[in-house]
């Protein structure tokens, strides 16, 4: 069955400093990636994804993600973090049946 | 244009009573999802529409969970006899036409709390 892992449940970093939030998936076939972030309270806003193509991805908001078959890891990557990217991060992967397997996200803390 | 809206935000109820939650979904996409948020589940699917049909409803976790969709539209989701188990966050998504290659565009969620 797919499944998606994020081993960091909380990263803190300093404003201005780069991020790198960690993404590995299983899935049989060629996977559809997504990185979504939430902010408190708020519901999921797509930063970018990733179908096929070029592996390094740019999304919205700075923020890229590099697709690593080999590794079966789709790293999200910023190279300066403000303070307004504080949130909780989640990557998922397209499963059978449309629908959408969710890592347990990553609570990002940014220090001033 | 207008995203996917969710009614009600917030919504406590008392263990055993029945809730509706909504889903109004982005205009003209097809397929629509519903998801819950808990804090020891993390984010689990629930079902999937496409148009009024819902091929999967895999999802659900009990048959005190039910969901319909209209016009294609609107859905609504049903849990009869609720339990504390229950509270969660409940989002909603859209995408154009369902497919694999479809973003799915999420609503900002409905924050149930059974008492």
């Known amino acids: 069955a797919q499944s998606v892992t994020q081993p960091d449940i909380h990263i803190t970093v300093s404003e201005g400093a780069s991020l790198e939030l960690r993404c590995n998936y299983s899935?049989?076939?060629?996977?559809?990636l997504f990185w979504y972030v939430q902010s408190p309270g708020q519901g999921l806003q797509l930063l970018l994804k990733?179908?096929?193509?070029?592996?390094l991805v740019q999304g919205i908001k700075g923020f890229e993600a590099e697709f690593k078959r080999s590794q079966s890891s789709f790293n999200l990557r910023k190279p300066s973090v403000h303070w307004s990217d504080a949130a909780e991060y989640f990557c998922?992967?397209?499963?059978?049946?449309?629908?959408?397997?969710f890592g347990a996200g990553t609570i990002l803390r940014v220090k001033s | 244009g207008a995203g996917v809206s969710q009614s009600p935000s917030n919504k406590v109820t008392e263990k055993g009573k029945d809730v509706e939650l909504r889903c109004d979904p982005i205009?003209?996409?097809?397929?629509l999802y519903w998801y819950r948020q808990s804090l020891g589940q993390g984010l689990e699917f629930l079902i999937y529409?496409?148009?009024?049909?819902?091929?999967?409803k895999s999802g659900l976790p009990s048959d005190r969970f039910s969901a319909e969709r209209t016009g294609g539209s609107v859905s609504t989701l049903t849990i009869q006899r609720t339990q504390q188990e229950d509270s969660a966050v409940y989002l909603c998504?859209?995408?154009?036409?369902?497919?694999?290659?479809?973003?799915?565009?999420f609503g900002p969620g409905t924050r149930l709390t059974v008492l």
């Open positions: 205009s003209g996409h097809t397929a």
């Open positions: 998922a992967v397209y499963g059978y049946g449309n629908k959408l397997v």
């Open positions: 899935y049989g076939a060629t996977p559809y």
């Open positions: 990733y179908f096929s193509g070029d592996t």
């Open positions: 529409f496409q148009g009024n049909s819902a091929p999967d």
């Open positions: 998504a859209s995408s154009l036409g369902g497919g694999n290659t479809d973003t799915q565009y």
